[in-house]
């Protein structure tokens, strides 16, 4: 299993090994493994278009990030997936933090106050940090503040990230 910390700064922990930093192969490997963490699935087209690079850079980097997830695997086996041009992560494989805080405010939201208490808790825990806080391209920005207006709108003791 591959947990993806992308609050606070973006991490991979996976069977004891831990990847920060320059351990994705470089920035747009890191970035595009954030982004389809973040976002999900999402097209080489898209995913040039908001790094602002070529397709062939975009596959280029995405073979470089299997290889820096799993030395040696596949890429029919790798935890990232591609086909027909779209790239996500294997749901199977993956936890990603921002999943379970968007898990935990659908389910406070469904609840009345003081049973919301506990998710948005949780939620305030998940996201103790700010969302991806060692990315200065404006698309992480913009998925800070995407971030912090969530829990600002429901928990506004947590927004001093």
């Not at 980097?61 to 996500?88: A, F, N, T």
């Not at 659908?106 to 969302?131: E, I, M, T, Y």
């Amino acid at each position: 299993m591959f947990d993806i910390q992308l609050f606070g700064r973006l991490e991979v922990r996976t069977r004891g090994i831990r990847l920060v930093g320059t351990d994705f192969g470089g920035d747009r490997p890191r970035h595009l493994l954030a982004l389809i963490a973040l976002r999900g699935e999402l097209s080489t087209s898209e995913l040039a278009g908001i790094l602002n690079t070529g397709k062939k850079d975009v596959e280029t980097d995405m073979s470089v990030l299997r290889d820096k997830l799993e030395p040696g695997v596949s890429s029919h086996e790798s935890v990232v997936v591609g086909h027909r041009g779209r790239w996500s992560l294997n749901p199977e494989r993956v936890r990603v933090d921002v999943a379970r805080f968007d898990e935990l405010m659908a389910a406070a939201a469904h609840r009345p106050a003081d049973r919301a208490v506990k998710p948005l808790a949780a939620a305030g825990f998940v996201a103790n940090r700010p969302l991806l806080e060692d990315e200065h391209e404006p698309w992480a920005a913009e998925a800070r503040a995407e971030y912090r207006a969530k829990l600002m709108t429901t928990h506004p003791a947590d927004a001093v990230h």
